[in-house]
């Protein structure tokens, strides 16, 4: 059986060699800082977005269009190819939407093409999490539709949950309410942020402290485990050029919960550019969200 092709998008924030390594094309959605526009071929390197941050620097971005999607998978289809498309949240973006249409609009262009899009519900390193078990799928022979009925029938099972520094930018950016963003920045609160149903941030706790708050991310996977019989294989980390603080998450994981394997890695400026300096998101499979 012929392997159908992955591809996704650099809010997975997976490591560049993974996409390598199982071949999946990757769409970027640009972001703009200082006046330039940088998408794959001159991204900034993750220390240096977020030192440009940190010195007051409000980077935006934009979601991949029609016309991009287009671009990657017309190649594909001509080659033959059946796609399967891992998107970023719809409930954080508009990238599933588009991608969605220009499957619709590359059906009737390419009758007979085959192109799968699922809305993954997720965002950053979850997405990845999300985007590894379709790779797994795919390379254990399983076919394109057998993989998007295991991804729709188990989006709804990843726990996913972020804490931040404050909730400026994820406010300046429209994704949590201005009441959050000020009860957020009070002195030494970190808000504790989940990933729910529909795939939108809403912040269900607030602690005091950060090292609590990198605590109570281990605590709350804990209690969504508790009736969790599945494996407990892997987890996924991502951060926000705070890696000692994510290792300090990983520890607790490990000791705790008993898990060997992870995979971590920074949170690209797509993601960063909402969540900010000093974000940690935490991702693994459970029961339920």
Known sequence: MQKFVITTENTTDMPKEYFKQHDIPCMYLPCTMDGIVYVAENELPYKE???????????????VNLEDAKKEWIPLVKDGKEILHVAFSSGLS??????????????????GCKIAVVDSLCASIGEGLFLDFAVQMRDEGKS??????WLEEHKQNLGHMITVDDLYHLHRGGRVSKMSAVLGSMINIKPIIHVDREGRLTVVDKVRGRKRSLTTLVDMMEERLKDYDGPREKFFISHGDCEEDAMFVVKQIQERLGYKEFV????????GAHA???????????NDR
């Open 49 to 63: 977005f977020y030192s440009r941050m940190r010195s007051g620097s409000m980077p935006v971005t934009s979601q």
């Open 94 to 111: 508009g990238t599933y939407n588009s991608c969605r249409m220009a499957a619709e609009e590359m059906q009737e262009e390419f009758p």
């Open 144 to 149: 394109l539709d057998e993989t998007v009925q």
């Open 264 to 271: 971590m890695n920074p949170i690209g400026a797509t993601i």
């Open 276 to 286: 900010g300096p000093g974000t940690i998101a935490l991702c693994f499979l459970g």
